[in-house]
T-cell receptor, first 109, second 112 residues
């Protein structure tokens, strides 16, 4: 099966700080998604990003498919950014997402 | 609003009492899946469907059934729930193999 690894596992930030989360994935991953799981357990789709760079407000993501990694940037962090961030790789057939173990982010005042 | 709707959001039930968790999407998506999330084990796929009447097992299908009679609906059936099926369940859908997945809000199931 495919492999997806995330780092760091835990991160504590002061409000207003910036951060970078990393996701490494194996050769058989065709496409990549980033999700945010909020404290209520909901999984929010942040980016579908098989390659290149996308931005949405204070969040942006870059995937370098040839080097098998993706980065999620959070700028000017807010307490509402707290939660777990997952990257997930999609296998060739498109029928299954394999999730990384997540980065637990806590943003403090 | 484009979304995946799961019901119920919370459910406490007793061992052996059949239950169904419903999932519906309004985006005309072909692909639908069920996942469960457990501490220390992460998110794991239970079943998936790539079209109407086409379903297949994921990584942890034991104790679950699904059906896909209509494109928009993909219910998860627990014929005889057991305590080890206590978990957070997610339904997800995607247009095709080259699009991202949208997840429902989750169903917290407790089997006592």
């Amino acid at each position: 099966g495919i492999q997806v690894e995330q780092s760091p596992p835990d991160l504590i930030l002061q409000e207003g700080a910036n951060s970078t989360l990393r996701c490494n994935f194996s050769d058989s991953v065709n496409n990549l998604q980033w999700f945010h799981q909020n404290p209520w357990g909901q999984l929010i789709n942040l980016f579908y990003i098989p390659s290149g760079t996308k931005q949405n407000g204070r969040l942006s993501a870059t995937t370098v498919a040839t080097e098998r990694y993706s980065l999620l940037y959070i700028s000017s962090s807010q307490t509402t950014d707290s939660g777990v961030y997952f990257c997930a790789g999609l296998e060739g057939g498109g029928n299954k997402l394999t999730f990384g173990t997540g980065t637990q982010l806590k943003v403090e005042l | 609003e484009a979304q995946v709707t799961q019901n119920p959001r919370y459910l406490i039930t007793v061992t052996g009492k059949k239950l169904t968790v419903t999932c519906s999407q309004n985006m005309n998506h072909e692909y639908m899946s069920w996942y469960r999330q457990d501490p220390g084990l992460g998110l794991r796929q239970i079943y998936y469907s790539m079209n109407v009447e086409v379903t297949d097992k994921g990584d942890v299908p034991e104790g679950y059934k699904v059906s896909r009679k209509e494109k928009r609906n993909f219910p998860l059936i627990l014929e005889s729930p057991s305590p080890n099926q206590t978990s957070l369940y997610f339904c997800a859908s995607s247009l095709s193999a080259y699009y991202g997945y949208t997840f429902g809000s989750g169903t917290r199931l407790t089997v006592v």
